[in-house]
């Protein structure tokens, strides 16, 4: 009788990649190299030469295209800092801080309490109040800012803070509601089970349970309202005419006189500084942007 002998079978591990794949790989990263430095290079040249122009003389603007200035002229930066009369560009500084702060708490206060009733409460018609807050997004800002400025007009809130803070504290960013609707959909609803099982109510699941897990959201709210605000043109110019209200993006319109003539050595140089509070909010809280952005594209 003949006997039938079992092989075990022999792993055969996976061929090492010849030159020819090897040499494909590299060719492909570094092309992938090189074309994201030449777009980071082609995003960085306007900064680049903007805090170039800041540091050159007056008659070496015109005539000198290159990014680094002849001979460094640091003047730029006192003159820009005084060369508003009547008023120091510190108060632009001082003005911008206090409306951003009032728009970051705002924004970050209501909306997160709108997301919370949209994203773990029940309530009648849910689905259409949620559907008729994200089209608010299509309607174009400058048709709103007309019956806007007649309302705060009759309340004599012009040259005033409050027609730019007041509004945020009643969850007029859709977006942001929507960002956070979207993280909060993500946290597990068990944890919201557990919670009312120990007698938790709506507000003390929403501070002590969901908000806490929401910290990457609330940066996101906290840095894009924070960066936005203080780069609003637009809004301000329409809300502030008084001299000493007048924010950063106003204040530098002030280097530009009437005739189109502009002093444009210290205009760049009060640029740059107004650049560095956006930099360093962003640097700061970088890490839980990204988190939040990620993590608000899932759905619970």
């Not at 820009?80 to 008023?87: E, N």
């Not at 029940?122 to 174009?140: D, E, H, N, Q, S």
């Amino acid at each position: 009788m003949a006997t039938t002998t079992a092989v075990a079978p022999v792993g055969v591990s996976p061929a090492a990649p010849g030159p020819a794949g090897q040499k494909g790989r590299w060719y492909e990263g570094a092309t992938a190299h090189v074309v994201l430095i030449a777009i980071l290079l082609v995003a960085l040249y306007p900064i680049a030469y903007m805090i170039g122009t800041s540091f050159k003389a007056p008659q070496e603007i015109l005539n000198n295209v290159n990014v680094l200035p002849r001979e460094f002229s640091p003047q730029n930066y006192p003159e820009g800092w005084t060369g508003i009369p009547g008023v120091t560009f510190g108060t632009f500084f001082l003005n911008s801080a206090m409306v951003a702060a009032g728009v970051v708490i705002g924004n970050v206060v209501s909306c997160s309490l709108a997301a919370f009733a949209f994203a773990r409460l029940k309530f009648p018609l849910r689905g259409f109040w949620f559907a008729i807050m994200i089209g608010t997004l299509l309607l174009p800002h400058h048709v709103l800012i007309v019956p806007q400025y007649v309302l705060f007009n009759s309340l004599e809130w012009i040259n005033t803070p409050l027609p730019l803070i007041v509004p945020k504290f009643l969850a007029t960013e859709a977006f942001f509601v929507f960002l956070m609707v979207q993280f909060m959909r993500g946290i597990p609803r068990s944890l919201d089970e557990a919670a009312e099982i120990d007698g938790c109510g709506p507000y003390r699941r929403f501070f002590f349970v969901v908000l806490p897990l929401t910290k990457p959201a609330l940066v996101t709210t906290a840095v894009f309202s924070f960066i936005w605000t203080w780069n609003d043109f637009f809004t301000q110019l329409v809300y502030l005419n008084d001299l000493d209200a007048y924010t950063v993006p106003i204040g530098l319109r002030l280097f530009l006189d009437s005739s189109g003539q502009a002093a444009i050595a210290p205009m760049f140089a009060m640029s740059v500084l107004s650049l560095v509070p956006v930099f360093l909010f962003f640097l700061v809280f970088q890490r839980l942007i990204v988190d939040g952005i990620n993590t608000s594209g899932i759905k619970g």
